[in-house]
């Protein structure tokens, strides 16, 4: 079979499923790269060494051959484009596609009234409803949103991104002694509330908790949060790295006993999560982003808050602090939760087995994790 997976650009976070299809298809599977990454998340070091990567096609560049392999596929992958008329003549042709969507109401679902926006959804998702086009549901809110316009009945199911998996015998050691190791890693900007962070500190500095605080990367609250680590006199406690290199931000995830996650409703999924489960950390995360409740059982593989409480966070993290067999057991319930299902292996795998299932005429859906169905879950 040949399967083709086209988006706006491939990244770190999409890699290890395109080579888990690539180990299966050999030349057989594409990724079609519709336009290069915009200079941000360049700086932040996403972008990928293309040439190392035998399966991409760059559309600007050879846009025969990609338009060749989308409609000749059996089957096709779409995540987001910019242009998704690319797209259009394939998914009428009765063979098998899966979307794959961030949500679409992110903003507020009141928007699902606009005459212009539904016409927009119509054209682009309601009008395949009885085609075998399914939605893959990149965050838990997905379903809920594209209910809303009818769309993809009966056929949405879970998904997401899926980053490296690295086995824990590879990963670094978690000191044992000394302070709890507190991370937070991703963009300083508002709808990731950075500054629950440093707030978190000053009072765990307050109330005699013994930790270190690190943040990872850069954007439009950097100089305020400096600012105010300063002010407060936490520099002894909480350290600022900037932007680092992928491979570097896992190893402080491995070196981390508590990873925060205080992304509201307008992240999209949030990878770092996958990641930080991954390296047996106990995560410590708002409900509202999309992977959350997909990947995370509260008190069981992390710890979730609601409606960005900064209460039930700190809350959240001082129980953390001071019940080291749960902060274990939590990471190490994390870790299982992505070595034995939330993987690229596993999305791969179960890819091309609802392809074949469809091929004989009987499509048999996980009961959990990647492809299973998705819940209908209101924001």
Known sequence: MKAVFVSNYINHHQIPFCDAMYRRLGEDFTFVQTEPMEEERVRMGWEADLKALPYVKLLYEEEALCRERINGCDLLLAGWMEDPELIFDRLESGKPAFRISERIYREGQWKAVSPWGLASKYK???????????????????????????????????????????DPSLQAEKPQEGPVQLLWAGRLMPLKHPEYAVRLAEELRGAGYDFRLKLIGGGELEEKLQAQIREKELSGLVTMTGFLPPQEVRRAMEESHIFLFTSNHLEGWGAVVNEAMNSRCAVVASREAGAVPFLIRHGENGMVYYRNRYEDFAGAVRHLLENKKDRERMGRKACETILKEWNADTAAARCLSLYEGWEKGRMVFPESGPLSPAPMIRP
Do not use: Q, W
């Not at 075998?132 to 997401?160: E, N, Q, W």
């Open 124 to 166: 682009e998702h309601i009008r395949y409803r009885n085609r075998p086009v399914y939605l893959l549901c990149a965050g838990g809110y997905v379903a809920s949103d594209f209910t809303l316009i009818h769309a993809y009945p009966g056929k949405m199911l879970r998904f997401g991104y899926f980053p490296e998996t690295k």
